[in-house]
């Protein structure tokens, strides 16, 4: 990957930082110091990552199992982890169809490890930025079958479209195209729950101003979920969204989140 002319390994990328909280092994010496660096400042950070992808599992399991969702759509998924959204689903009902979003090439280098999805289902990846939502939707419609329910994962990318780039919209352009039936799921970063996170969003904004971090208060994102009815238990921290045990419920996470049917 280091070939790539668009990967820059010198510049830390939120993919690949992440990954290395993630305990993965796709990223590079100056992801590394700024993973280490967010640690520093936030001592809770790969707890924090690590309940994301339970909240992410929890959330895609509840739409696969008891909303009955079989089409995902899954934007800024991020490098292949542990318990990928097509694992999760079509473990659940294996005919279930993804569509993994992301605007990093080096997702793109790791995508085929998200492509590897059951015979029966089918999984896609499309690499393109959130902020053009159009294109997204006239991709993902090679996949996906738009008059049928489709949930929609936004988790732990929304702070990094700030508020001149309208999260709100881009949410309004994907759902309203979506039918109803249709869920929406966020997972969004904030200062709320642990103050440190805002020295924690300013460095990494000054290690990569080209993804300026936006946390958000509660209030701010169940705004994101207007028009929508929320599921309960309605917009809490992400490890009090329908733990499935103590320690899940337990576990430190700075994001706000929750799931929203489309009425
Ligand atoms: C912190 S990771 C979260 C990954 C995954 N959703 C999860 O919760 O485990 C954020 C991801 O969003 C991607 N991303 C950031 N801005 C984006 C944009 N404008 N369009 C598409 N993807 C974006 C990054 O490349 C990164 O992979």
Redesign the pocket.
Do not use: E, K, M
């Given at each position: 990957m280091a070939g790539s002319p668009e990967i820059n390994p010198t510049v830390p990328?939120?993919?690949r930082v992440?990954d290395y909280w993630l305990g993965g092994k796709d990223n590079y010496e100056a992801d590394r110091r700024a993973a280490a660096e967010a640690i520093e400042i936030f001592p809770k950070t790969v707890q924090s990552a690590r309940s994301?992808?339970a909240f992410?599992s929890r959330a895609v399991s509840y739409l696969a199992a008891e909303a009955g969702i079989r089409q995902f759509l899954d934007?800024?998924?991020?490098?292949p982890?542990v318990r990928n959204t097509h694992e999760v689903a079509q473990s659940i009902a294996p005919e279930s169809r993804v569509v993994y979003?992301?605007?990093?090439p080096v997702?793109l280098v790791h995508a085929r490890a998200l492509l590897t999805g059951s015979p029966e289902g089918a999984t896609s990846y499309i690499q393109?930025?959130?902020?053009n939502p159009d294109l997204i939707l006239a991709k993902a419609a090679e996949t996906l079958d738009f008059s049928q329910p489709v949930a929609v994962m936004l988790?732990?990318?929304l702070h990094?479209?700030t508020d001149a780039q309208d999260p709100a919209g881009i949410i309004r352009t994907v759902m309203n195209t979506v039918p109803p039936g249709s869920y929406l799921a966020i997972?969004h970063h904030t200062a709320d729950i642990y103050p440190e996170l805002r020295e924690f969003a300013r460095r990494m904004s000054e290690l990569n101003p080209d993804?300026p971090a936006t946390l958000r208060g509660r209030q701010q994102v169940a705004d994101l979920f207007t028009g929508l009815d929320i599921v309960t238990p309605g917009v809490v921290q992400i490890s009090r969204w329908r733990p499935e045990s103590d320690l899940d419920a337990h576990a430190a996470a700075a994001l706000w989140g929750g799931v929203a049917r489309k009425p």
């Open positions: 990328h939120p993919a992440y994301c992808r992410l934007l800024g998924s991020g490098l982890s979003v992301d605007n990093d997702v393109a930025d959130i902020r988790l732990a990318v990094l479209i997972g993804f």
